[in-house]
């Protein structure tokens, strides 16, 4: 104590100091709390209204994000198969060619060997395609069984390609 204060006037100013570091504090506290927040209103003591207007519209944010998330992941489903479903038309256009170019008598049966040889890598090849094709271990080609042959055949046949002299006797 000093010579001049009483004691009863230095606990009355230690009281005023201390509610006037508490008030300060809790101003800090509230203006840090917005800070981090990003938002004017963080409880209903500043705006009751404007905390149910502003909950309202934070939820309808969070459903639009979500709903833009879920719009991304289906057009990264469409650009996966659409890639698969390219690779798979580009094969059968060539099987398509190879087709027609073995129906013509001009070629002689070695090379019809090898265009079935490689039809029959083609279509090997579309069914790699239609496996592989997949968005987080789901399978976006699967339409369900196999629609090669009939069930009696085996697993790994292909349709023959048919040379001229074939077609006519049809």
Do not use: W
């Not at 100013?13 to 209103?41: H, M, Y």
């Amino acid at each position: 104590y000093f010579l001049n204060d009483s004691p009863q006037k230095t606990d009355a100013n230690a009281l005023k100091i201390q509610r006037n570091l508490s008030n300060v504090t809790d101003a800090l506290v509230n203006a840090t709390k917005r800070l981090t927040t990003g938002e004017k209103i963080t409880s209903s003591k500043d705006d009751a209204a404007g905390l149910f207007i502003s909950s309202g519209l934070s939820t309808r944010i969070r459903a639009l994000t979500v709903g833009v998330n879920a719009a991304q992941t289906g057009t990264s489903i469409l650009n996966i198969a659409e890639g698969s479903i390219s690779n798979m038309k580009n094969a059968l256009l060539r099987i398509r060619d190879l087709a027609v170019q073995a129906a013509s008598d001009y070629y002689p049966s070695d090379a019809r060997s090898a265009m079935q040889h490689e039809a029959d890598s083609l279509i090997d090849e579309i069914y790699r395609e239609k496996e592989g094709c997949n968005f987080n271990g789901k399978k976006l080609l699967d339409t369900g069984p196999p629609l090669r042959g009939n069930s009696n055949s085996e697993q790994n046949s292909h349709p023959e390609l048919v040379s001229g002299s074939q077609m006519k006797e049809t």
